[in-house]
């Protein structure tokens, strides 16, 4: 872009090329779209009135592996940037390297627990050097796309001392406006222009809480407001999307546990998690057009769904058939510091532990299970170790039997003062009858694509004629004629878990809801057969349902 002069901040309002600009913004990430939709969702933001596009960057997603960068496929930052510009959408860059976004651990890889003594935020050394080199990769990228707008978290010289040009800011609540800004961003001065960096359009949902919702009658009237005081304006979310795979955050603020958070991002903002129109969004439409000289686009079609006929599943196998590696430890090991993954450990999913115990008795977690377990003598489920229920019975027996702990890491947590608390599995000591356990065999689950297509192929399947094990992975096939399109997992019949489409994991699932439905992108199916996945935890009623549309619970009104 040949710009004669990007964004400037010197009187009451923003300028652009030297003329009054009024930032009309929204957020979509692009972590959380599949890519197949990144246009259709950006022309449909463009059709309501918005001009600029608000995204993070996720450093968990783009350096999954110390050293390891990706930015490619769905994680390809700069064809987002790109498509951006060619739809005449300006940007503000959120790069982190934390971005909380109720995403796991703020957006911050997982190895960074590796060190016992990380500091994350701060200036400690091992975090900043880490973040330095993050910093390396994602800048040089989006340093060719200036203009672009963006706002700065930790470290204003990072990105100064790396050829950013443009104007950086902050988006900070009542109590940190409190605290003064930072130098080299946007301060909040009466001479200076006023931007709401985030309204919020909804809010994020818990498991065993219900769905929020922020009414439309409640927010047009506040956006109306905020734009005649000629403020700029960013609504968070302007598209939430969906959180797949197991990258869902966890929220502990003022709770004495973190509660997880559920797949869904729907957030019920202004466009829908399936990319659906809304009545939020038609009003917003009709508000922004007045800010506009020339009618707005033609509002994009709307993709059509399907409900398709249920999947019943054909074969099952055993959880204790599909483990590979395992490590064996005198005492547990948190799943961060396993020797996984090119010794950069274990980021998400499962861990199971095993040791030998020679009687029952009372079964101490000591609140060292995070977050929770499932626990089995002899492959035999006994019951539920999490932070509410710290003690089990385990039942008697005869000789040596194995005791197991299938530990699920739900979710870190992505905001507050915990941050550096975060390790996941068993972080400590597991007591029976007030003997500390020794001599683990310690297995990692992370359910990576490599692993799925593994199970695939593997040689222990079984007939739904044979009864079921759980845990254990069910696989049924969905056929789809014609052209695949959008479509909604319904699982009434089952209990907790996982599902995988063609190798790719849409997220967990839970019975407790609210969100009882799984969003299915209609580009992630193909004509024909289409591999099923299911890994669940206790219970299956045996198919698989479809649903055209979702089911996100019970509702209550964001307070």
């Keep these: 872009m040949n710009r004669v002069e990007g964004l400037r901040a010197n009187s009451s309002q923003f300028t652009l090329e030297r003329k009054p600009f009024l930032i009309l913004g929204g957020s979509i990430h692009y972590f959380r779209v599949p890519r197949a939709y990144w246009e259709d969702r950006l022309l449909k ?9 608000t995204t993070y960057v996720p450093w968990n997603l783009h350096e999954p592996e110390r050293g390891v960068f990706k930015f490619e496929d769905q994680l390809d930052l700069e064809a987002y940037l790109r498509l951006a510009a060619s739809l005449g959408l300006w940007v503000i860059l959120r790069p982190g390297p934390y971005i909380c976004a109720e995403w796991d651990l703020g957006g911050l890889p997982s190895w960074l627990l590796r060190d016992p003594q990380m500091k994350l935020r701060t200036t400690y050394s091992g975090f900043t050097d880490a973040a330095n080199s993050f910093f390396d990769e994602v800048i040089k990228k989006v340093v060719p796309h200036q203009v672009v707008f963006y706002e700065f978290t930790e470290n204003v010289e990072a990105l100064l001392s790396r050829g950013i040009t443009e104007l950086l800011l902050t988006s900070d609540n009542k109590d940190g406006l409190k605290l003064g800004g930072v130098k080299g961003g946007i301060v909040r001065l009466p001479q200076k222009p006023k931007m709401v960096m985030e309204y919020w359009s909804g809010w994020f949902d818990l498991w065993g809480g219900l769905h929020h919702v922020y009414t439309a009658e409640e927010m047009i009237p506040v ?20 959180n797949f795979g197991f990258m869902s955050g966890a929220f502990a603020v003022g709770l004495p546990a973190p509660k997880p958070m559920v797949t869904s ?14 009545n939020k969004y038609h009003l917003l439409r009709n508000l922004f057009s007045h800010y506009h000289t020339q009618p707005l686009p ?3 079609p709307v993709h059509e769904r399907r409900a398709y006929q249920p999947a019943v599943i054909q074969q099952h196998i055993s959880l204790w058939d599909s483990l590979r590696f395992t490590d064996k430890s005198e005492r547990p090991v948190n799943m961060e510091n396993l020797p996984v993954n090119n010794n950069n450990g274990q980021s998400y999913g499962y861990t199971l532990y095993e040791t030998t115990i020679t009687s029952g008795g009372a079964l101490k977690s000591q609140n060292n299970v995070r977050d929770r377990a499932l626990v089995f003598v002899d492959k035999h489920f006994v019951g539920v170790l999490d932070y509410t229920v710290q003690e089990l019975a385990v039942p008697d027996g005869k000789g040596k ?6 530990v699920e890491n739900c979710g870190r947590v992505n905001y507050g003062k915990t ?6 599995g068993l972080v400590g000591d597991i007591l029976l009858n007030e003997h500390t356990l020794r001599d683990f065999n310690i297995h990692s689950l992370d359910m990576k694509p490599a692993f799925v297509n593994r199970l695939e192929s593997a040689g222990h399947w079984m007939s739904m004629r044979h009864q079921p094990s759980f845990p254990g992975f069910f696989h049924s096939r969905l056929y789809v004629n014609g052209s695949p399109q959008d479509t909604f997992i319904k699982l009434p019949g089952w209990s907790k878990g996982v599902v995988f489409i063609n190798g790719k994991n849409l997220g967990r699932y839970w019975s407790t809801g609210p969100q009882q439905t799984l969003y299915v992108p209609g580009p992630w199916l193909h004509r024909g057969d289409n591999q099923v996945i299911v890994f669940e935890e206790q219970e299956t009623d045996g198919k698989i349902q479809f649903a055209s549309s979702p089911d996100y619970g019970m509702t209550i009104d964001v307070q």
């Design 223 to 242: 956006v109306t407001e905020i734009l005649k005081l000629d403020m700029s304006i960013n609504l968070y979310m302007f598209h939430g999307g969906t």
């Design 419 to 424: 941050l550096d608390e975060q390790r996941k």
């Design 298 to 300: 033609e509002l994009p």
């Design 265 to 278: 991002y729907d957030y019920d903002a202004p466009l829908s998690e399936a990319g659906d129109y809304t």
């Design 401 to 406: 039997r194995t005791l197991g702990l299938l």
């Design 45 to 53: 933001m463009k059709a309501c009135g918005l001009n600029t596009l």
